[in-house]
């Protein structure tokens, strides 16, 4: 039986559905199509401070000097990096009615300060437990991130289910015995909810 429902953040319950901040920096630097988000999250320094080893001001550093950019574009360049990025209020608003008779919870990987980031949305009101890799020193597909969250839950991994958007973190929480649910890019509130009721959670 199914006693908790975990998800992701970002590309799930946070998405970028206007791309066009970002896209007038790669039509600016002559890069392809989500090269910004790459040039970002897949830097040394991200990876770092994904699992809370370096300051998110490392990341911004990074592409700073890979893009030759002073420190004004810089600060513009962080703006337009978020502003097309938008909460699923829907999906946050079935999330929270399942409680109390499920556990909610996230996990997710992220930078120092995610928590606060997130706070005024993501919080105690919705979720019973949100565990941020660099809070942990681990990240997602790492099996311990995983066992941490059920812990916290007070679930076994057969209790749970966990939607996430990377194909390769829904494989390791099902390689637990959790239930796996794929996001797809997308992929509507009311496409969740059909998913999580196939699977008897109502």
Same mark, same amino acid.
């Given at each position: 039986m199914i006693r908790a429902v975990i998800?992701?953040?970002?590309?799930?319950?946070?998405?970028?559905?206007?791309l066009e901040p970002?896209?007038?920096?790669?039509?600016?630097?002559? #890069?392809?199509?989500?090269?910004?988000? +790459?040039?970002?999250?897949?830097?040394?320094?991200? +990876?770092?401070?994904?699992?809370?080893?370096a300051d998110e001001s490392a990341i911004w550093e990074h592409a700073a000097r890979a893009l030759?950019?002073?420190?004004?574009? #810089?600060?513009?360049? +962080?703006?337009?990096?978020?502003?097309?990025?938008?909460?699923?209020?829907?999906?946050?608003d079935y999330l929270r009615s399942l409680r109390p008779r499920y556990k909610t919870?996230?996990?997710?990987?992220?930078w120092p300060g995610a928590r606060a980031f997130h706070q005024h949305r993501l919080n105690g009101e919705t979720f019973d437990v949100l565990v941020f890799s660099a809070e942990e020193?681990?990240?997602?597909?790492?099996?311990?991130?995983?066992?941490?969250?059920?812990?916290?839950?007070?679930?076994?991994?057969?209790?749970?289910?966990?939607?996430?958007?990377?194909?390769?973190?829904?494989?390791?929480?099902c390689t637990l015995g959790m239930v796996g649910v794929h996001f797809r890019r997308g992929m509507s509130a009311a496409e969740v909810r059909a998913a999580l009721e196939a699977l008897d959670v109502k």
């Open positions: 998800f992701d953040i970002g590309g799930v319950l946070v998405r970028t559905e206007d970002r896209r007038k920096w790669e039509r600016r630097f002559g #890069l392809p199509d989500w090269g910004l988000a +790459q040039l970002i999250f897949d830097s040394p320094a991200a +990876q770092e401070a994904t699992l809370g080893r030759g950019l002073s420190a004004d574009e #810089l600060a513009q360049l +962080q703006r337009d990096f978020w502003a097309g990025d938008r909460y699923d209020e829907a999906l946050i919870g996230i996990i997710s990987n992220a020193g681990v990240a997602k597909p790492a099996p311990e991130i995983y066992r941490r969250a059920l812990t916290r839950l007070g679930v076994a991994a057969t209790q749970a289910v966990f939607v996430d958007d990377a194909t390769e973190n829904v494989a390791a929480a």
